[in-house]
Nanobody
């Protein structure tokens, strides 16, 4: 099992910045990808940013966040980050950390979610 604990959400004004953190623990091996998804009220969960380990660290971003959000990781701390700049009201959502492990079978793990609210 992999446990994911997120932090860093909160209330921020439009144009502001936040950094989300996701600390992983447990059976952290054969991790294939890590990233962030979000879900706004009444909408489906969507990919925000994904870092694929096995492709040399290739990153993918939702078009709506390109140029504003940056995903990164700290291997020593088993932590993945999402730096969010120039935040907009439409970025308001619950953000979920995501890890995918490939060890014979694919297993996916999710954090509990952290609320990000962008508002005046």
């Amino acid at each position: 099992q992999v446990q994911l604990v997120e932090s860093g959400g909160g209330l921020v004004q439009p144009g502001g910045s936040l950094r989300l953190s996701c600390a992983a623990s447990g059976s952290i091996f054969s991790i294939n990808a890590m990233g962030w998804y979000r879900q706004a009220p009444g909408k489906q969960r969507e990919l925000v940013a994904l870092l694929t380990i096995t492709s040399g660290g290739n990153t993918n971003y939702a078009d709506s966040v390109k140029g504003r959000f940056t995903i990164s990781r700290d291997n020593a701390k088993n932590t993945v980050y999402l730096q969010m700049n120039s935040l907009k009201p439409e970025d308001t959502a619950v953000y979920y950390c995501y890890f995918k492990r490939l060890f014979g079978v694919v297993r996916e793990y999710w954090g509990q979610g952290t609320q990000v609210t962008v508002s005046l």
